[in-house]
């Protein structure tokens, strides 16, 4: 019963980055930028929580606690500007009534496919679904940068792009290096170290988005 009632726990959480909280409203009613990355790493954050039943091998595992780590962060931050005003939305996402549709049933399939898959075909799938979320991450960041509403948060969130691409670039390395069979030693992927979200001060040079 406490097992079941713990998968129905992580089916919620795991992923749900595909899956919007709030129901759709007009676009352009608000800078929806940061609401967007808002409703993926406040459930990032506890993307670690799938290792409490299941055992991806531990280059994938601390790979998966580095990105509820620095989710964590970005989420703490997000929080921040809006308690001081800095930020006016991080609820309303503005997305058609599809979009959230279609997000709710991806997230549905692959949460499924986490829990139920064998080992070598559950690595695969956190892998991958994982390189999808920090590759759209890295991309928001940077587009929300672009905006005049991202402008006076630019130097962070131009940090949080390289930091996610460089999580993105991780992932991509251990599809090579035999970690999707679970034989591949732990990777220290803490070797690009997180930049602090609260770091606002520090102008760095912009780069694109990760092309995912």
């Keep these: 019963m406490k097992a079941a009632l713990l998968l129905s726990l992580l089916a919620c959480v795991f992923l749900s980055a595909c ?44 790979w998966v ?43 549905s399939e692959t949460t499924g496919d986490l829990l139920f898959d064998t080992d070598a075909d559950l690595r695969v799938v956190m892998i991958y679904s994982q390189l999808q979320s920090l590759g759209y991450c890295s991309d928001l960041c940077y587009a929300i940068a672009e905006l005049p509403y991202g ?17 993105q670039d991780t992932g991509f390395k251990m599809l090579k290096t035999g970690a999707i069979n679970g034989d591949a030693p732990a990777a220290n992927t803490s070797a690009t170290a997180a930049p602090s979200p609260s770091d606002k001060g520090n102008t760095d040079t912009s780069h694109g988005p990760s092309g995912n």
Excluded at 43 to 55: A, G
Excluded at 80 to 87: E, I, N, V, Y
């Design 19 to 62: 899956c919007p909280k709030k129901p759709a409203t007009a676009p352009g009613q608000q800078p929806e930028g940061f609401a967007l990355l808002y409703d993926v790493t406040s459930q990032e954050q506890d993307v670690d929580k799938l290792l409490w039943v299941k055992d991806p091998g531990p280059e994938i595992a601390a």
């Design 65 to 107: 606690k580095d990105i509820a780590t620095f989710n964590k962060d970005v989420t703490t931050q997000l929080e921040a500007w809006k308690a001081d005003g800095s930020l006016t939305n991080l609820s309303e996402l503005s997305l058609p009534p599809a979009e959230v549709e279609a997000r709710a049933r991806a997230a």
């Design 151 to 167: 402008e006076p948060m630019a130097d962070t969130l131009t940090k949080w792009t390289d930091r996610y691409h460089a999580l």
